[in-house]
């Protein structure tokens, strides 16, 4: 027995002193970006600061980034370095959007195509990218780190747990608002398989420290259960990534069999010392048999990985024959069967927690903390422009069209029944039967010095350019969207839709077509109120000419009548119908003067200090949030009460307007009475009225174009910034298309060279066999080692079709079902199936 141990132990040692049994994760690469010369002119196009105010941070990120890019060894300097460049682009994600306007160009790690790097014009991209080289360094070091004492390889656990938390730090925080999709070796299921990994070979160190310590059976074989585990979930993940290799499937295949025979091995041992020889052997033969699942992974698989195996057969057959001897001579205890084996507890010693400095970054930057200062600190964040910009929306809408509108629609309401009672003119040709009345002549001499006519003339003008302009914009993105569509479905036309496999313009530019409906929406609706008011100018423009001519041409217009006699009943209704008229005119004057205060209060209106205030306490009260415009929704609320009272306030003015038509009404009755029979100044009372009439629709052509020349500036914005995403989205769609089409043609290629092998192939097997025929030397043996077959893949989540490239250079196509081995004529099939853990030609996963 104790030269059993002995020799245990020695077979042990080599286990914790050799790494090579282990996957070190390989960084990805990047070229050189000028990042500060897109921020540079980000910010001069986009904010109302100079970029020379942050010309140290620019130089600094360009630094940082260099910094970053150069981590291209194990070593722990390149920890912070990483850090630091994550968290300062975890801060600028609050100051700019993500499409900043750099192509981030990144190449994958692991999988078959590494040559071709993904662009992206996206910092969350960049940020995920940079993260994963942390979680690819944190790797390498477990892999470096000496194995032969406790506290190396407490080291190596903490950096495969540390790696293990930042790939799924990338998961959970990074990939959901990246609003790209990712590379393929970065998707969500790569990386679950990446982070299992991880876990797997930090679970293993404990393990080795279990057995350096000389712990109990019991206590190993509970960790190397839980290893066998992670090392599954690890090979469950990879069959449904696209990238990940077979080889490394193989390996996580292997070492999940290994670690399952060896938690079986050391419970065997647990079951010796307690007397239950029947469970003893039952155990080593599960471990047996798992070791031997294990080892048909032998050919695609390290050597180490094999002696590892190999080491643990030996041992374990050695352990079977002595139980099985000791059992038939000694205990004769029967063996228990597999199925009533008890499932192996498991003691689980890690988690993919994500380093402090990782979760935290943002509040390690400041002066005098360990990440330095923030860059570009004093540049308002973009949130803030965006929730300014919310806020004067809302404000100028609450304004316009909760109150001003009303008022307005007060005032026309007003003249409407001014005007259906023939007011004021009927008065003014009573009052001044001859000459014209002053308040006529006043409004003439106001239209005459406000060029009444040129005015209105200059402002339709401006209108036109104005929705010309925005028209031709409107119009320039919708045709960059038609042109985009026409070429998506001439290549889906000419590929087929299996192969042109990429959603249609209409779903994956959706909420681009969408804001194409609601502009145009807007266009047409913005047309019809144009008309409107062209032929309103048109039906009134005779009189405009006449009311900006010369006194002499409104006498002309006005007829004079006779004198009528003012008896005392009609002097009295005139008093009072004046009166009234007098009433009207100070309530229009105080409206006018209402609405007056209440745009420049709304001009004056800056919330622009409240809300860098609000900010400032949001970045400091939650360091590690995005700064969202949502946030300051509160805000607005509070700010928005100050045109509660203007609001209700209309119910007052309506209230009193009523009160003075009331009284209007029944003073024009009255004075109508009075006057009754009499038409001597018929005529005189209709030119007037005509008059009055044409000065009020004066007023309202300039409300009404005012309005429309507001309309097209603030439409300038949004038919810009539609213009502006679909140049940047269809050129996205453009490259996209342009890379698959080219991986298409390389596909047609190789298919063309396929076919002219089998044609060359074909014309020698059925030439004339005249010539003598060599003699066949038997087939040499080669010692080589085999190509890993490529794995049937399950189908990737999220409906995500698998990939029509061809199988890569050095991979083989497999074996084909009920044996045999791939020739061209059988041709290449890719997916298939769900397979179940332990298909595709992985032997079944052991559960101990």
Known sequence: MASYVSHMLETVDILLTDHRNLLEIPFRRTHSVDLSSAIKQYISTKYDQSPDMFADDL???????????????????????????AAQLRYLGGKFPIDVGVDFPWYPAIGYDRDKPVLQNNLRFELANILFNLAALYSQLAYATNRTSIDGLKSAAEYSIAAAGTFSFIRTDILPDMRSTPPEDMDDITLDSLQQLCLAQGQESFWQIAIKKTMSDGTVA????????????????????????????????????????????????YCLQNKQYGEEIARLKDSLTCVNEGLQEARYINATVTGDLNGLKSKVTEELKRAEK??????????????????????????????????????????????????????????????????????DRLVNQSIVVDLEAMTARLREILQSLDLPGSLQALEKPLGLPGSLVSKAEELRQQDALYRIKRSMEDTTKLKTNDLAIYQEGVALLEAEKAEDERARAKYGTDRWARPPSTTALAKLYQTSNELQTYLNSAASSDNLVQAKFRENEHILKILTGTNR????????????????????????????????????????????????????????????????????????QK??????????????????????ALVTEQEEQDQIIARLREANKAFLDARRGDTSTKDRQKALQTLDTGYAKYKELISNLD???????????????????????????????????????????????????????????????????????????????????APTRNPPPGGVMPSTS?????????????????TPDMGIRFGGAPNQPGQAGYPVPRRP
């Open 326 to 395: 000791d059992n038939d001579l000694i205990y004769l205890q029967t063996t228990t069967p597999k199925s009533e084996l008890k499932l192996l507890d498991r003691t689980n010693m890690v988690a993919a927690k994500a380093p402090a400095d990782i979760v935290n970054g943002i509040s390690l930057l400041g002066d005098g903390k360990p990440f330095g200062r923030p860059l570009f600190e004093k540049l308002v964040p973009y949130a803030v422009h965006q929730a300014a910009s919310i806020y004067a929306d809302r404000r």
């Open 707 to 789: 309005t429309g020349r507001k309309f097209y500036n603030d439409l300038a914005v949004h038919v810009t910034r539609f213009r502006d995403n679909c140049k940047a989205q269809v050129s996205e769609r453009r490259i996209e298309a342009s890379q698959l089409e080219a991986e298409l043609a390389g596909q047609d290629m190789g298919r063309l060279n396929l076919q002219e092998t089998r044609r060359e192939l074909r014309s020698q097997n059925t030439a004339p066999q005249t010539r003598s025929r060599p003699q066949q030397q038997p087939p040499a043996e080669t010692q080589e080692a085999l190509t890993a077959p």
């Open 59 to 85: 130089r600094d990120i360009d630094r940082l980034r260099n910094d970053a890019i150069n981590v291209r060894e194990p070593h722990v300097s390149g920890i912070k370095r990483l850090q630091i460049y």
């Open 222 to 269: 509970k960790l190397a259960a839980k290893v066998s585990d992670y090392y599954i979930f690890a090979a469950d993940a990879a069959r449904q990534s696209r990238a990940v290799s077979a080889e490394w499937i193989h390996h996580f295949q292997a070492k999940h069999h290994h670690f399952a025979a060896a938690a079986q091995f050391r419970q065997s041992r």
């Open 627 to 648: 700064i969202e415009p949502g946030q300051f929704e509160k805000l607005f609320e509070t700010r928005l009460q100050a045109y509660e009272p203007d609001r209700e």
């Open 553 to 624: 041409d409104l006498e002309r217009f006005v007829p004079s009548s006779s004198q009528v006699t003012m008896t005392p009943a009609i002097e009295q209704a005139a008093s009072r119908l004046r009166t009234c008229l007098n009433e009207v005119s100070r309530l229009e004057t105080r409206r006018k003067n209402r609405i007056a205060a209440l745009k420049e209060k709304a001009k004056s209106d800056d919330i622009g200090p409240a809300l860098l205030a609000e900010a400032a306490r949001l970045e400091r009260e939650y360091p590690m």
């Open 806 to 822: 061809p199988l890569p250079v050095g991979v083989a196509g497999g074996t084909i079902g009920g044996g045999g081995i791939w």
